[in-house]
């Protein structure tokens, strides 16, 4: 019988090189400080506001008007106060809809919170709490606008980075612009400049990383909380363009729920195999969007499908815990403030995330590993009750690790298999529920060129 402890990166490598030219050309690939940042703050919050919160729609029908928005106040501070409650660190705020309604004072159209009956700038509200609060402030612009005449020739360009730019100049810091390429399907044909776009993001916020619809966050492939066995981030080029093509995109409000029941139809986005075929690589993390609700703008008639603090916790493992962000999105409602049952739910999660890293029981720094490190033990004071392991590589030197394994020791000096896992990347989280051990070993099977370990830790 083989001893199951003899194979690791540091001889078999499980079959696959260790060292080689097409190793170095991956590991090559590193991420940006921006994306280094995020990987740093891996969860924050989408919140959907607008037009639509008003009228009670998931999609506007283009005919809207300015009178058609009847809030009349918010309370930016207690949108804040929940985010910080859940552990977000962040906002990001769709400051104009695919209706076109502006939730800022738009010096290039009329179709904005300035001429209805609401009274202040609501971006700058949200964003001047989340700096208070020391949060990160982001901003969703929809390409596509069923209100600006402009709209389809090539004037718009000129419209959406004129407003593009007042978003990115007024309003401090921003984190994160988010794009999507939601278009109806009978939209005007147009296509968007999008190195327009992002060429002037770089120069106004060039810390803020550009999601979905853009060079440095890629979408998950779905809108259900669902992700791949293994989650690369270092994947062929050619991915930051999907997004961007219109027939991926949806096309119709009904579309929206039909992807959030579909997974992804490319599992593989990163392994040996597929990217030896691919001549451009590049670092592009996921980023998983999912509604704590039915829908993702406000609806007392979805205030009963707030999901459980359990669900949202087991989508912060299946997200933050596999090598993703996660961008949860809260949708503010037409009074103005988060509703009780999405607030008590957030707390709730926050509570839960806090008892993840409350109680470790040993956390052990690494660096870049050593030929003599097949196997990495770890001694516990007493026995213990095992409820998490989370690893993480050092990303500056890229995404090594292909597959490892876990094993617990129990009383009796025996070693028993708990877990096997396939890429780790910033972070991955693997859930043991309570195993009783005096100690554990990591077994790393398989890594592109030695690995690279910031941190193993365990919790009860």
């Known amino acids: 019988m083989k001893n199951p402890f003899e194979s690791n990166w540091t001889n078999e490598n499980n079959g696959v090189p260790l060292h080689s030219p097409e190793v170095d050309r991956l590991i ?3 991420p940006s400080k921006r994306q280094q940042r995020l990987a740093e703050k891996p969860f924050y919050l989408f919140m959907h506001f607008g037009m639509n919160t008003a009228t009670g729609r998931e999609w506007g029908v283009g005919n809207e008007k300015v009178t058609d ?12 106060k929940c985010a910080q409650s859940s552990g977000a660190t962040g906002i990001i705020l769709t400051c104009k809809h695919h209706d076109g309604f502006c939730l800022w004072p738009s010096d290039y159209t009329s179709f904005s919170v300035k001429y209805s009956d609401f009274e202040g700038d609501i971006v700058k509200m949200v964003s001047d709490e989340c700096r208070k609060a020391g949060l990160d402030f982001g901003v969703y612009l929809s390409p596509w606008d069923m209100h600006e005449p402009t709209y389809g020739t090539p004037d718009y360009n000129d419209y959406f980075c004129n407003q593009l ?7 401090g810091t921003i984190s994160e612009v988010w794009f ?16 327009r776009y992002y060429k002037l993001i770089r ?3 060039p810390d803020a990383n550009i999601a979905v619809c853009g060079p440095d966050i890629r979408w998950v492939g779905n809108e259900g909380g669902k992700t791949r066995k293994s989650e690369f981030s270092v994947v062929p080029s050619y991915l930051k363009m999907a997004e961007t093509v219109a027939e991926k995109s949806q096309h119709a409000e009904s579309d929206a729920g039909g992807m959030k029941k579909r997974t992804s139809t490319d599992e593989d986005l990163g392994s040996r195999d597929l990217l030896k075929n691919c001549p451009e690589l590049c670092w592009y993390p996921a980023e998983v969007d999912v509604s704590i609700r039915k829908g993702w703008f406000y609806s007392k008639k979805t205030n009963f499908t707030v999901k459980s603090a359990k669900k949202l916790f087991n989508i912060y493992l299946n997200s933050v815990g596999n090598n993703c962000t996660l961008l949860l999105n809260v949708p503010p409602s037409d009074k103005g403030t988060i509703h009780i049952n999405d607030a008590v739910a957030l707390r709730s999660l926050g509570n839960k995330i806090e008892e993840l890293y409350s109680k470790p029981v040993l956390v052990e720094k690494f660096g870049m590993l050593k030929e003599t490190d097949g196997m990495l033990d770890f001694t516990f004071d007493s ?11 050092d990303i500056r030197y890229s995404q090594r690790v292909e597959a490892f394994d876990i094993f617990l020791k129990k009383e009796n000096g025996n070693y028993v298999h708990v877990y096997s896992g396939t890429v780790i990347g910033s972070c991955k989280i693997a859930t043991l529920k309570g195993k009783k051990c005096t100690g554990a070993r990591v077994i790393i099977r398989q890594s592109r060129s030695a690995p690279v370990i910031s941190e193993i830790g365990f919790y009860e």
């Not at 026995?383 to 590589?393: D, S, T």
Request: no cysteine.
């Open 28 to 30: 090559s690939v590193l």
């Open 69 to 80: 928005f009847t809030i009349k106040k918010i309370n930016a501070a207690q949108w804040i």
């Open 165 to 171: 730019t007042e978003l990115l100049t007024n309003y």
């Open 180 to 195: 999507d390429g939601a278009k109806g399907a009978d939209a005007k044909a147009f296509e968007y400049d999008w190195q």
């Open 203 to 205: 120069e106004l916020q």
């Open 383 to 393: 026995e213990k009750k095992l409820k998490y392991v989370i690893l993480k590589e």
